[in-house]
């Protein structure tokens, strides 16, 4: 009769219990647009899905509304650079960066679609039951100021897979003579914040 090779046994209890602990995913992961590449849409991890309300159950934002937020634009037209999307302490965050400056002027609301690609006015299909549309004055993603325009966003106009409590996707449906425009499509109508960071200058959506 064979006797267990108790001390191999407890080894390999160990390796196991270790290699579990060490699997948990990291929801604060973002999906970031800042770098270039041919590709029209971003994909999300596949560790965490969009909608499913998980990620922002813990989600406390002071002072957020569902009514219309803006500021004035005051500066010359702010280039955009990059978009990100992740979780911020339980929210759903969107990032909009610009190049050097300041923020440009801005006006988040829902508005209920449809919606159409800036100047060919050719139907734009955004997913998701409710809209949150961020639209930026005197900004653009090219700048016009050299003799060539000179792209300064060379991400992708479509985010998808976000992996996110409740945007579903984020779309970028305007850039013509200073007006930039973005669309969050949501899993429903939320309370939501607007705040502007410096260096780099940024404007960021969180919701809740």
């Keep these: 009769m064979l006797r ?36 029209p849409t971003a994909t999300a991890p596949s560790s965490t899905s969009a909608g499913s309300g998980s990620p922002s159950s ?15 634009a005051t500066g010359p037209t702010s280039l955009l650079t990059a978009v990100r999307a992740a979780v911020h302490d339980g929210c759903d965050r969107v990032v ?22 800036g100047e060919s006015d050719e139907p734009l299909d955004v997913q998701g039951a409710a809209y949150l549309v961020v639209r ?15 792209p300064t966003y060379t ?7 976000l992996g996110l409590g409740h945007a579903v996707e984020i779309v970028n449906s ?3 003579e200073g007006i930039l425009t973005w669309v969050i499509g949501l899993d429903g109508r939320r309370p939501f914040t607007v705040t502007t960071l410096s260096s780099p200058p940024r ?6």
């Design 4 to 39: 267990p090779r108790v001390g191999a046994v407890v080894v390999a209890f160990l390796v196991v219990a270790a290699a579990s602990a060490c699997g948990g995913g990291d929801d604060s992961r973002a999906v970031d647009s800042k770098q270039s590449g041919p590709a």
């Design 58 to 72: 813990t989600c406390s934002l002071a002072g957020a509304a569902t009514g219309t937020q803006s500021t004035p």
């Design 96 to 117: 909009f960066e610009f190049r050097d400056g300041a923020p440009p002027g801005y006006q988040v609301s829902y508005q209920p679609g449809p919606f159409h690609k």
């Design 136 to 150: 930026f004055d005197h900004a653009s993603g090219v700048d016009m100021s050299s003799p060539t325009a000179n």
């Design 155 to 161: 991400g992708p106009r479509l985010l998808t897979g």
């Design 174 to 176: 305007e850039d013509f």
């Design 203 to 208: 404007v960021v959506v969180d919701v809740s």
